[in-house]
């Protein structure tokens, strides 16, 4: 942690100092700023299971009291003393909170909106709406390379706050392996047989457990790129493609990658295969972090494959989806009966990351394909141990 911090500049370090409320960062050295923001990001990092497999308190609040603390916690990374000092050629000002010692908003570049989830008016909620409304009219602000909006990605985490807080119930364990600056791939088990709410829990739970709220860009398959206005959304959410093109821009980037490498065998599997983790392809996933050097860090997600429990798997049913999209790849789709979701409460364990060492233009296949099965093997075996702490899938 203090060799990442050392590469900050005293500014930032200042700013991050000042959103943990350190006392005294104005007369520090950088010597002194290093060591009291590492100890500040690790005083805020959530508590993890008790050895007895009681939630700790703060996995014992209510969902709106979880809301709440989370929303407090945001909105300290931003000045609500000041206004941003952005003017459009137009004469339009701002009026939102400036990121830390920045003179700029969360829109008006005073953060890399491609990694941080800042919130813009310094708060979440539907209270804010308005504010980001009048900014997505003016088209104020800039979108990312990938396509992400900030408001409408904003927008959309106000909703799944409700739906990860109150409906799912989610807690999060293990965010310390999950690093603040830098690239890496984050990889888990894939469930769900209709809607794929585990790629947007792992989004939210790095977004509003860990000390900073980093955006995770989860990649997903052909059909989420052509379905009509879903497609667009989608892209506006900070998801991107299942490319290399699109994988590589966000681990050279610096940022989080989230994948699911069981793919739509995971997805689609029945009931009776829950939390038996297919093969985890041919290890593209893998080839990623070792281009780019970034460490993998498994996932374990407990509660996706209970959501909308499937009664088996059809290939006749795969044909027709193939009929509407010729481009998606499926054999079997997943029959299931329950149109709303079932309040499964959730888990989501981060486990210790995997170095791939320097990067390389030329992964060796065999490592390639024994790192993927590391990988899968991690796990599944948290998974096994989850299930056996469970008491109750609600």
Request: charged share 25%.
């Amino acid at each position: 942690m203090e060799e990442i911090l050392d590469r900050l500049s005293v500014r930032e370090l200042r700013s991050l100092a000042k959103a943990l409320d350190l006392v005294g960062r104005s007369s520090m050295n950088k010597v002194q700023l290093v060591a009291s923001v590492a100890n500040g990001l690790k005083a805020s990092e959530p508590r993890p299971e008790n050895p007895s497999g009681e939630p700790g308190r703060r996995f014992g609040m209510r969902g709106e009291e979880r809301r709440r603390a989370t929303r407090d916690r945001l909105g300290s990374l931003v000045d609500r003393d000041r206004i941003c000092n952005f003017v459009s050629i137009e004469g339009f000002t701002c009026g939102l909170p400036p990121v830390g010692d920045n003179d700029r908003c969360a829109l008006h570049g005073g953060t890399d909106i491609s990694d941080l989830a800042i919130p813009a008016a310094g708060t979440i909620g539907f209270d804010t709406w308005p504010a980001l409304i009048r900014h997505l009219q003016m088209a104020s602000y800039d979108i990312d390379a990938l396509g992400l909006d900030p408001v409408i990605a904003e927008m959309l985490w106000h909703l799944g706050n409700y739906v990860y807080f109150d409906y799912f119930r989610v807690t999060a364990q293990g965010l310390e392996h999950v690093p603040m600056e830098g690239a890496a791939v984050l990889a888990s088990n894939h469930g769900g047989a209709a809607i794929p709410y585990d790629a947007l829990m792992l989004q939210m739970a790095v977004t509003n457990e860990a000390p900073l709220p980093r955006r995770v860009r989860v990649i997903g398959t052909e059909i989420f790129n052509m379905i009509p206005t879903y497609s667009h959304l989608y892209r506006k959410s900070g998801a991107a493609y299942a490319a290399k093109e699109d994988a590589m821009w966000v681990l050279e980037n610096g940022h989080l990658l989230g994948v699911f490498p069981e793919g739509v065998q995971g997805f689609q599997k029945p009931s009776s295969d829950a939390y038996r983790l297919q093969r985890f392809g041919r290890g593209g996933f893998v080839k990623l972090a070792m281009r780019s050097g970034a460490p993998i860090v498994p996932v374990a997600i407990l509660g996706s494959e209970e959501v909308h429990p499937a009664l088996f798997t059809s290939k006749r049913l795969a044909q027709l989806v193939r009929l509407v999209f010729p481009q998606q790849r499926v054999e079997e789709m997943a029959v299931w009966l329950n149109p709303i979701p079932l309040p499964v409460r959730w888990q989501i364990r981060f486990l210790e990351p995997i170095e791939v060492g320097p990067a390389t233009d030329r992964p060796d296949r065999l490592t390639v394909l024994e790192t993927a099965e590391t990988v899968r093997a991690r796990v599944q075996k948290a998974l096994d141990a989850m299930l056996r702490e469970r008491t109750s899938i609600f």
